[in-house]
T-cell receptor, first 114, second 113 residues
């Protein structure tokens, strides 16, 4: 049972355009969401997060939008750069006392073409 | 501040053997989590340790175990290796394991032949 889904295994965009990566979740207990970027042979690197009390969080070229009613979040990268080419993972967690684990989607491979 | 380090980076084992992987968290971080990454399943949570105690566990068989030392360093052990255990094993650390950012190490690539 996949609780966090990234339905697009890959996405290709032109340099300078907007990249939109999508993520859906099924567990209504999730209240904290993160995006990680991963290059080959490296561990995931934290990009941006959002709490369920917000619907938008922005950090430079990266913006995450959360639609709780639709159980959907998206990561917008504007403008996209070739160095953004990587696998992007959506992750979620639920505030359950001190228990802490991230549930990840399977990732979306973003390719930004020069 | 040094990041999360994992050793070894690459490992080749044969079926039936056991393996121990090591993780040193960021200085001051007391929570260490382990994840398995495979092409088919993505990143899956194995377990989390805090103050030398396992607080949370994913859906993996008992062949997968771990421990944490008083300096927060952690090890995970896989016994009776199977071909399907071939994966990238990632360790992540955070301050106290609450809902804050986890920082990942580069991973250990395990190949089981």
């Amino acid at each position: 049972d996949q609780q966090v889904k990234q339905n697009s295994p890959s996405l290709s965009v032109q340099e300078g355009r907007i990249s939109i990566l999508n993520c859906d979740y099924t567990n209504s207990m999730f209240d904290y969401f993160l995006w990680y970027k991963k290059y080959p042979a490296e561990g995931p690197t934290f990009l941006i997060s959002i709490s369920s009390i917000k619907d938008k969080n922005e950090d430079g070229r990266f913006t995450v939008f959360l639609n709780k009613s639709a159980k959907h979040l998206s990561l917008h990268i504007v403008p996209s750069q070739p160095g953004d080419s990587a696998v992007y993972f959506c992750a979620a967690s639920a505030q359950l006392g001190s228990n802490y684990k991230l549930t990840f989607g399977k990732g979306t491979l973003l390719t930004v073409n020069p | 501040k040094a990041g999360v380090t994992q050793t070894p980076r690459y490992l080749i084992k044969t079926r039936g053997q056991q393996v121990t992987l090591s993780c040193s968290p960021i200085s001051g971080h007391r929570s260490v989590s382990w994840y398995q990454q495979t092409p088919g399943q993505g990143l899956q949570f194995l377990f989390e340790y805090f103050s030398e105690t396992q607080r949370n566990k994913g859906n993996f068989p008992g062949r997968f175990s771990g421990r944490q030392f008083s300096n927060s360093r952690s090890e995970m052990n896989v016994s009776t290796l199977e071909l399907g255990d071939s994966a990238l094993y990632l360790c992540a650390s955070s301050l106290v394991g609450d809902q804050e950012t986890q920082y990942f190490g580069p991973g250990t690539r395990l190949l089981v032949l």
